[in-house]
């Protein structure tokens, strides 16, 4: 099965990727679970449904980002191998002539 494929069938997602514990993006994560838990704790029920309104705003808008920049990375890396692609053709006419 070809990449393309796998894309297609959903065997490859870009978006997905195994977070190491270490690193700083886990750390960050763990920060945002846990302000989330304090902020839900602490805040009075008439003020509960806004919040959970802004993070679904939120999410909805980082989720979008994420395709905008998967989008704006394949088609950079997609300009980079026809650009080189070109260059290779080029340079082999130049060594037969």
């Known amino acids: 099965m070809t ?3 796998k894309l297609y069938y959903g065997h490859v997602r870009p978006h997905e990727r195994i977070v190491d514990p270490e690193s ?3 750390v960050l994560q ?10 839900t704790r602490l805040l009075p029920e008439n003020c509960k449904g806004a ?3 802004f993070k679904a705003a939120y ?3 980082n989720a979008t980002l994420q395709v905008e920049s998967f989008a704006d990375g394949f088609s950079l890396g997609l300009r ?3 650009e080189s692609y070109g260059r290779e053709t ?3 006419r130049d060594g037969e002539k």
Request: proline share 0%; charged share 35%; with cysteine.
């Open 24 to 26: 700083r993006l886990a």
């Open 80 to 82: 980079l191998g026809i």
């Open 90 to 92: 080029a340079c082999r």
């Open 51 to 53: 919040y959970e309104a």
């Open 3 to 5: 990449t393309i494929e």
């Open 59 to 61: 999410d909805e808008m």
């Open 30 to 39: 763990d920060l945002l679970l846990s302000s989330d838990e304090d902020l």
